[in-house]
């Protein structure tokens, strides 16, 4: 067989369905403890973070200030703006929140890199401590997830892998210092964070692209489109015109279809075969 089909996906074809790539940045937290008659004070991610020093973990009761979610980005899919808000802006740190709890009321699908484990964990934290409830139900395509699971590049940070599958890679980095200066009021500091910010966004969704017809359980977008005939990974509205022989599972057989928009691989639910009448002689 040789390989026709098109390497990227073409954008239209999930606009029936809100996905939201997004993408937060934090502060890091501030402690102060008494060790062996000295005190230690300083910048920590995580309680364990200062153990190779203190020997112990940060106890809570020492923390002077938590690491704190301070600004996010978000882009609608399909859309050309990169929206983003942070607790420098008009109404401070709540403001910022209920601004992402929007987004998210609005979101049906939320694309990040460790947006399971970390963005989104970060900011329902964030809703928790105001009180609030949750957003209306949405569900998350990790890049981290996709490409530890189904490829094995040396290294899956962002950068590395934009850089590795030829997309736009991100412009800075970030630092702790500019996030610093950025609350503290320092207005380049804040366009510098909004930049990078904004510049992961791009990144994720040009990777989401290019892992999306690797990516297996993509929620599926024809839920949201109505096409029965849908691609799960794209919203392609009708894949039925491109079967490619069989799937086969240990002992079933399915008519197989392969999306010409995005590549991805579909069985139908129709068993064409179930070899379940017949057994192996033991
Ligand atoms: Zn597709």
Same mark, same amino acid.
């Given at each position: 067989?040789?390989?026709?089909?098109?390497?990227?996906?073409?954008?239209?074809?999930?606009?029936?369905?809100?996905?939201?790539?997004?993408?937060?940045?934090?502060?890091?937290?501030?402690?102060?403890?008494?060790?062996?008659?000295? &005190?230690? #004070?300083?910048?920590?991610?995580?309680?364990?973070?200062?153990?190779? &020093?203190?020997?112990?973990?940060?106890?809570?009761?020492?923390?002077?200030?938590? $690491?704190?979610?301070?600004?996010?980005?978000?882009?609608?899919?399909?859309?050309?703006?990169?929206?983003?808000?942070?607790?420098?802006?008009?109404?401070?740190? #709540?403001?910022?929140? /209920?601004?992402?709890?929007?987004?998210?009321?609005?979101? *049906?699908?939320?694309?990040?890199?460790?947006?399971?484990?970390?963005?989104?964990?970060?900011?329902?934290?964030?809703?928790?401590?105001?009180?609030?409830?949750?957003?209306?139900?949405?569900?998350?395509?990790?890049?981290?997830?996709?490409?530890?699971?189904?490829? =094995?590049? #040396?290294? =899956?940070?962002?950068?590395?892998?934009?850089?590795?599958?030829?997309?736009? *890679?991100? &412009?800075?980095?970030?630092?702790?210092?500019?996030?610093?200066?950025?609350?503290?009021?320092?207005?380049?500091?804040?366009?510098?964070?909004?930049?990078?910010?904004?510049?992961?966004?791009?990144?994720?969704?040009?990777?989401?692209?290019?892992?999306? $017809?690797?990516?297996? =359980?993509?929620?599926?977008?024809?839920?949201?489109?109505?096409?029965?005939?849908?691609?799960?990974?794209?919203?392609?509205?009708?894949?039925?015109? =491109?079967?490619?022989?069989?799937?086969?599972?240990?002992?079933? /057989?399915?008519?197989?279809?392969?999306?010409?928009?995005?590549?991805?691989?579909?069985?139908?639910?129709?068993?064409?075969?179930?070899?379940?009448?017949?057994?192996?002689?033991?």
């Amino acid at each position: 067989m040789t390989l026709t089909v098109k390497p990227r996906i073409t954008k239209k074809t999930i606009q029936s369905v809100n996905v939201l790539t997004f993408d937060i940045e934090r502060i890091p937290g501030h402690a102060k403890i008494k060790h062996r008659g000295l &005190t230690i #004070e300083g910048e920590f991610w995580d309680l364990g973070g200062w153990k190779h &020093t203190i020997g112990r973990r940060i106890h809570a009761d020492d923390v002077v200030s938590w $690491p704190r979610t301070i600004c996010a980005a978000g882009r609608w899919y399909g859309q050309s703006k990169v929206m983003f808000a942070a607790e420098w802006q008009e109404g401070g740190h #709540e403001q910022f929140m /209920r601004t992402m709890w929007e987004w998210f009321d609005s979101a *049906a699908l939320i694309i990040g890199h460790n947006a399971a484990a970390f963005d989104v964990k970060h900011v329902r934290s964030g809703w928790a401590e105001y009180g609030w409830v949750q957003p209306s139900p949405w569900a998350v395509v990790d890049t981290l997830k996709v490409a530890r699971s189904e490829l =094995n590049f #040396e290294s =899956n940070t962002l950068d590395a892998l934009a850089k590795r599958l030829g997309v736009s *890679a991100k &412009t800075d980095k970030y630092s702790a210092d500019v996030a610093q200066a950025a609350v503290n009021g320092d207005e380049k500091a804040q366009r510098k964070i909004a930049r990078y910010n904004e510049g992961d966004i791009r990144a994720t969704e040009a990777v989401y692209d290019r892992l999306r $017809p690797f990516i297996k =359980n993509h929620p599926h977008l024809s839920m949201h489109n109505g096409e029965i005939w849908g691609c799960p990974n794209c919203g392609n509205p009708d894949v039925s015109t =491109n079967r490619k022989g069989d799937a086969y599972t240990h002992v079933q /057989r399915y008519a197989a279809y392969q999306c010409d928009n995005c590549g991805h691989w579909i069985r139908s639910t129709k068993k064409l075969q179930d070899a379940t009448h017949t057994r192996t002689y033991r």
